[in-house]
C-alpha cells in the first residue's frame, strides 16, 4: 500500500470553517475534505479515509485534492453547474396562457390540445414535455380535471330553475322511518 499524498494547505482550519458555514452543500462536502487533510497535512491521511469520514466515493475526493493543489482554493470552489435553463416561454405567452387557462369556457380537454392552441396561437415549436412543466409548475394544473361548471352553461336558465325549485326539495324531513315487517 503506498504512503498518504501530502500536500501544504494554505489556509488556516478557522478560514475553511468559516467558508463551509456560507457555501451551497455541494461545495461544502469539498471543503470538509480540505479541513480533514489540513488536519492530517503533516503525517497524510489516504483519500478513501477522508472519503469514509465524508461519506463520497473516493474518485470525487481525489478530484478535489487534485483541483486544490492546481489551482488552490478558487478552483477547489468553481463548478460546473449552471442552475435551471431560461424559460423558452416569455412574459407575453405567459399572460396569455394565464388567461386562457382561467378562462371556464375556453373548452380545454388536456395537455395536447393546450400545446395545439399555443403552438398556433404564437406560431412556435414549443415540445409537449415543455408545456407541461411550465404549466403544472406555474398554474398547478392537473391533466383532466372537472370543471366547477360546463361550458355551455346559461347562468340566466339556472337562476330560473333556483326560483321556481322547491325550497327542500333534497332535503328528508326528520329521520327515515323502516316500516318493513318480517
Known amino acids: 500500500m503506498s504512503a498518504p499524498k501530502t500536500f501544504i494547505i494554505k489556509e ?16 461544502s462536502k469539498r471543503l ?13 491521511i489516504s483519500k478513501r479515509e477522508v472519503a469514509e469520514q465524508i461519506g463520497v ?25 449552471t442552475g ?19 378562462k371556464p369556457d375556453n373548452g380545454m ?27 403544472t409548475r406555474n398554474y398547478k394544473a392537473k391533466i383532466k380535471t372537472a370543471r366547477k361548471t360546463h361550458i355551455k352553461k346559461n347562468e340566466a336558465e339556472g337562476e330560473v330553475f333556483k326560483k321556481t325549485s322547491l325550497p327542500n326539495a333534497g332535503k328528508s324531513s326528520g329521520k327515515r322511518k323502516n316500516n318493513m315487517q318480517l
Not at 470538509?32 to 503525517?43: P, R
Not at 466515493?57 to 453547474?81: D, V
Not at 435553463?85 to 388567461?99: G, M, Y
Request: proline content about 2%.
Open 84 to 102: 435551471y435553463k431560461p424559460s423558452v416561454i416569455t412574459t407575453e405567452q405567459d399572460k396569455a396562457l394565464k388567461e386562457h387557462l382561467h
Open 12 to 27: 488556516s482550519e478557522k478560514d475553511i470553517r468559516l467558508r463551509m458555514k456560507k457555501s451551497i452543500p455541494m461545495l
Open 57 to 81: 466515493n473516493h474518485n470525487s475526493i481525489q478530484t478535489w485534492r487534485t483541483a486544490y493543489i492546481e489551482g488552490g482554493m478558487k478552483q477547489l470552489l468553481t463548478h460546473q453547474n
Open 32 to 44: 470538509h475534505a480540505l479541513l480533514i487533510f489540513k488536519q492530517y497535512e503533516k503525517e497524510g
Open 109 to 135: 380537454v388536456g395537455f395536447v390540445e393546450l400545446l395545439a392552441w399555443f403552438n398556433k396561437r404564437f406560431n412556435s415549436r414549443v415540445n409537449y414535455k415543455t408545456l407541461h412543466g411550465y404549466v
